[in-house]
């Protein structure tokens, strides 16, 4: 019964962790039809700039929440401009040609960025973990929960949530959401897909530095964290469809329950479990689980 | 003597939408068939059914005497018969000489899958290849890509790989689509003639109804999914209900005709 | 059957390996490992060339390493060329059974379940003590028919071996280019209909590619599992298949040559690179990357043909 529980838990906080990565990257990869590589830098680029910002406000003597909120903020900006500069500079000059081409581009971008990282921040790892110390725990019967990973949960909810109703209920959701069914068809009722294109990018970079950001406390803010997470953020989006919140959401729970299930029962296959269902939801529906198969044009 | 194809009661239907219905019919070895119809009659998805691409929903299709229902494309390539397509379906990237290799390498294999390793430009494999384009009378494209040819000489490449595999059936749809009113003439003589030589029984979808009188032997007339006319050009063209719903012309004949 | 591309690429290899002996033993090294490599962006060209971009022949890779490891190590295999003959066919039978799954795929989405594939590899080899997990293990030095060389004599040894195996499989690619599979490539990614129609199954052809192109990465991988002398999950890892994928841009897919000089000249920069400016690796291949995506989508291979007069197709 702990056990479960303890896979419940578990899992629930990982899938938090796995949305919020991969959220982002459904968003571009529904809307522009780019798996984008260079996620993984906007994910590392919010963990870096949650460092820093801790440490400022650390030293500053600020109080934590809004110690918290300025990480946030912090890594949301550089996530902006980021998300800018690539998408006017680097994507721009390769719309239109082959979808792996452009995947190969925004993986060369990657590379650029991660000796970026280690330009400006150097190779020495950071800690960010005062707002997580700062949140304390509370005890559930023979399980300590951190308040960091149920706060963790709340905000993932709240993107889900957030995410959800502007793409069904704004008007530019709605556009967003026309140019993912068709973007040729858009284009022919007159909707700048250009411009949905760079805002698009530029929120799916904020909403990956986001994820950056929240997870800094919880991790070694390192070399090396883009690249795992970007694998991860695949398999996510694989499962769930792209362009698909909702996808992303069931996606990161399945994952993330098998995970946990597999970490406490059999630990060998905690790695091997996420691709597993990657390979199999791939094998079953191509398109993910909550896509419909794009009708071949002739 | 048994026809070389026969279907019986042959229908297809997508949910509710009947496509084909009540198709039977036997065509006997050589026969130039002319079908014709207006868009959205049945035509295309009669040829899709015979060359495998579609499964029929009731019915049964034969090739002299076995059975060939529901086999995939590629099997009943293999079993001889083969289709030309409305848009040419040709190897942009390759030149017409090579195009045809293909296609004589292809059915030089004869279904063997290991027969792929074999050399592409093997003597035997070039000498199918230059005939071909010696019948089509395309020699001298030889050497230009397929992607840079004029619209009728692409319809003959598509044609002339159909042919190279020795079928004995061949079903060409829409051979003189989107070729000039002053070229189409010219294009089916080119091809009739080969096709002739070749000694081969071919189904052709036609809506210029001169080509369908000039070349058929038998013409069969297709609306809402069934055959509403069955017989020789003169007979079946002055059929009332064909004039009606397809060809459009006056009962005496007047006027050029197209459906 | 003899080209004249064919004679002059038979030429450079016979030169290269005379000349090894009065080469310094690290350029041979490299040398070693960059035509181990270039093994596998031969297979990669063989599914570029369809259309297909594999993201994960790191798969085909590892599992050639860790045959070669395991036997060597649990099995007291030292042979080389027995090593490496069952390293390559270990790979080729599970490019075989992966293909009945992948060979339905096309774009992105068989990079994607490529890519699944390795990674379950890799989530296996770290997670179990047996094979190593994440430190991996040591390759014993294997032995030649009998002969156990040293030092600078395992050196050469190693590269000559590499080498012979180049030489063969390019010659034998060479062969393979000019059969019905291997011309029919790009029309098969042009028109998978036409194929079809004419009585070839596109779906099986691409299952052979497969096949082909993990036995090659298969056989790059039992060499550098040699001549690293370690094998090591990393070698499943997706970082290890883009590295491929990137030799392949930058040496393009227009001659087997480029795959072998590509790798070579791919090595070398790197060594410097990493000597000269170290923390700048990535930022410049990252750089060569997206110039040669811009400006030279053929890859820098597309170069030397242009200079030459009048340039052998796919040779």
């Not at chain 1, 009722?189 to 760079?198: H, K, L, S």
């Not at chain 1, 993330?256 to 060998?268: F, K, M, S, W």
């Not at chain 2, 059929?239 to 060809?247: G, H």
């Not at chain 3, 000089?261 to 990535?282: C, H, K, M, N």
Request: proline fraction near 3%.
């Amino acid at each position: 019964m702990l056990t479960t529980f303890a896979i419940l838990t578990d899992g629930l906080v990982y899938a938090a962790y796995l949305f919020l990565v991969a959220v982002g990257l459904s968003l571009i990869f529904g809307v522009m039809k780019i798996l984008n590589v260079t996620h993984g830098s906007f994910y590392a680029f919010g963990a870096y700039g949650a460092a820093t910002a801790v440490g400022i406000y650390v030293e500053r003597g600020w109080p934590d929440a809004s110690g918290f909120l300025f990480m946030v903020l912090m890594a949301m900006a550089i996530g902006l401009v980021l998300g800018f500069v690539l998408e006017r500079g680097v994507l721009r000059l390769v719309y239109g040609k082959d979808e792996v081409v452009i995947v190969l581009v925004t993986y060369a971008a990657f590379l650029i960025l991660e000796d970026v990282i280690v330009l400006i921040w150097g190779p020495r790892s950071y800690g960010a973990y005062q707002p997580m110390v700062a949140a304390g725990s509370i005890e559930i019967g023979d399980l300590i929960l951190s308040n960091y990973d149920i706060g963790l949960v709340a905000i993932a909810a709240l993107v889900a949530v957030l995410s959800y109703w502007a793409l069904k209920h704004t008007r530019y959701g709605r556009l967003l959401t026309v140019v993912i069914f068709d973007r040729e068809t858009a284009a022919a009722f007159g909707i700048n897909v250009t411009v949905v294109y760079t805002v698009t990018f530029i929120i799916g970079a904020m909403l990956g530095a986001l994820g950056g950001a929240v997870m800094a406390p919880k991790i070694s803010v390192t070399l090396g964290i883009g690249v795992e997470v970007i694998v991860l953020a695949f398999a996510v989006v694989a499962i769930g469809g792209m362009g698909s919140i909702e996808g992303a959401l069931i996606g990161a729970l399945i994952v993330g329950i098998c995970r946990a299930a597999a970490v406490h029962l059999v630990p060998q296959l905690e790695l091997f479990v996420i691709y597993a269902v990657m390979a199999l939801v791939l094998i079953f529906r191509p398109y993910g689980l909550f896509t419909q198969a794009a009708p071949r044009k002739i | 003597m048994t026809a070389i194809l026969s279907v019986h009661d042959l229908e297809k239907t997508f949910g509710s939408i009947v496509a084909a219905r009540d198709i039977t019919l036997e065509v006997p070895a050589q026969q130039t068939v002319g079908i014709i119809g207006a868009n959205g009659a049945g035509k295309t998805t009669f040829i899709n059914m015979i060359t495998g691409h579609l499964r029929p929903t009731k019915g049964t299709i034969r090739l002299e005497d076995l059975d060939i229902t529901g086999l995939p494309s590629r099997e009943i390539t293999r079993l001889g018969i083969s289709r030309s397509f409305q848009v040419a379906q040709i190897f942009p990237s390759l030149t017409v000489f090579e195009n045809m290799c293909a296609a004589a390498a292809a059915a030089g294999s004869n279904g063997a899958f290991a027969r792929v390793l074999a050399p592409l430009k093997s003597p035997a494999t070039i000498r199918e290849a230059d005939a071909s384009i010696e019948l089509f009378r395309i020699a001298a494209y030889r050497h230009a890509l397929a992607s840079t040819l004029p619209q009728g000489i692409r319809k003959l490449l598509d044609i002339a790989m159909a042919v190279v595999g020795s079928p004995r059936v061949l079903l060409l749809d829409e051979p003189t689509s989107g070729i000039s009113v002053e070229e189409k003439f010219g294009v089916m003589d080119v091809v009739m003639s080969a096709l002739k030589s070749r000694k081969l029984t071919v189904l052709f979808v036609e809506h210029d109804m001169e080509i369908v009188a000039r070349f058929a032997d038998r013409v069969l007339a297709f609306y809402d999914g069934t055959v509403i006319a069955d017989g020789a050009p003169a007979a079946a063209l002055a059929d009332r209900r064909v004039q009606t719903l397809i060809s459009g012309t006056k009962p005496d004949g007047e006027g050029h005709s197209h459906a | 059957m003899w080209s004249r591309a064919n004679l002059f690429g038979a030429l450079a290899f016979v030169a290269v390996a005379a000349a090894a002996p009065a080469l310094p033993a690290w350029l041979v090294s490299l040398a070693t490992i960059a035509f181990a490599n270039a093994l596998v962006v031969l297979g990669l060209v063989i599914l570029w060339r369809a259309g297909l971009v594999p993201f994960g022949q790191a798969l085909f890779y590892a599992t050639g390493a860790y045959a070669v490891a395991l036997l060597s190590r649990y099995a007291g295999w030292r042979d080389v060329f027995l090593l490496v003959a069952v390293g390559a066919a270990a790979a080729g039978v599970v490019a075989f059974l992966v293909g009945f799954l992948l060979a339905r795929y096309r774009d992105i989405f068989f990079a994607m379940l490529s890519l699944a594939m390795s990674m379950i590899l890799y989530g296996i080899l770290v997670k179990t003590e047996t094979l190593g997990s994440t430190d991996g293990f040591h390759v014993e030095s294997g032995t030649f028919l009998g002969y156990e060389p040293h030092g600078r004599a395992l050196n050469l040894a190693l590269f000559w071996l590499v080498l012979g195996l180049s030489a063969v499989s390019a010659f034998l690619i060479t062969l393979y280019f000019r059969t019905v599979a291997g011309a029919l490539a790009m029309p098969a990614r042009d028109n998978e209909i036409r194929l079809e129609f004419l009585g070839i199954s596109v779906t099986r052809l691409i299952h052979l590619k497969l096949v082909i192109s993990g036995i090659l990465a298969g056989l790059g991988g039992a060499l550098a599992a040699l001549a690293v002398a370690h094998v090591d999950p990393n070698m499943a890892y997706w970082t290890t298949s883009g590295g491929f994928v990137f030799v392949t841009i930058l040496a393009g897919v227009g001659s087997v040559a480029a795959a072998f000089v590509g790798s070579l000249v791919f090595e070398l920069v790197r060594s410097i690179a990493i000597d000269l400016l170290p923390g700048f690796w990535q930022l410049i291949l990252g750089s060569a990357l997206l110039l040669t995506i811009l400006f030279l989508p053929e890859g820098l291979g597309s170069l030397f043909y242009r200079l030459r007069r009048a340039p052998e197709k796919g040779s």
